[in-house]
Nanobody, 118 residues
Framework: QVQLVESGGGLVHPGGSLRLSCAAS????????MAWYRQAPGKQRELVAG???????RYADSVKGRFTISRDNAKTTVYLQMNSLEPEDTAVYYC????????????WGQGTQVTVSS
């Protein structure tokens, strides 16, 4: 059973940067397309960025040019570099399978809170 542990969130001023990490247990991770999602209070969870096993990436329009997703299969970790953060980026961030490429979900982790505020 794969377990996902997200980390790296925090409180940052508008225009600041954060780097999120998602550590996954289990070797099956390396063949899966993975993604970062976020959920703001009162809103549905939305995809932020996805990356295939071959490191092909896709992004939500709202984060294009500001966020970069990457993965290290040797470390079974997915990263999300977030630059030029805006208050609208405030949410709990989760990683999981990218359902544009794969079916099903891993058990959801606890997520990591990102708060962008002055």
């Amino acid at each position: 059973q794969v377990q996902l542990v997200e980390s790296g969130g925090g409180l940052v001023h508008p225009g600041g940067s954060l780097r999120l990490s998602c550590a996954a247990s289990g070797s099956i991770f390396t063949v899966k397309a993975m993604a970062w999602y976020r959920q703001a209070p009162g809103k549905q969870r939305e995809l932020v960025a996805g990356i295939t096993s071959a490191s092909r990436t896709r992004y939500a329009d709202s984060v294009k040019g500001r966020f970069t997703i990457s993965r290290d299969n040797a470390k079974t970790t997915v990263y999300l570099q977030m630059n030029s953060l805006e208050p609208e980026d405030t949410a709990v961030y989760y990683c999981n399978i990218d359902n544009a490429y794969e079916s099903g979900w891993y058990p959801w982790g606890q997520g990591t809170q990102v708060t962008v505020s002055s």
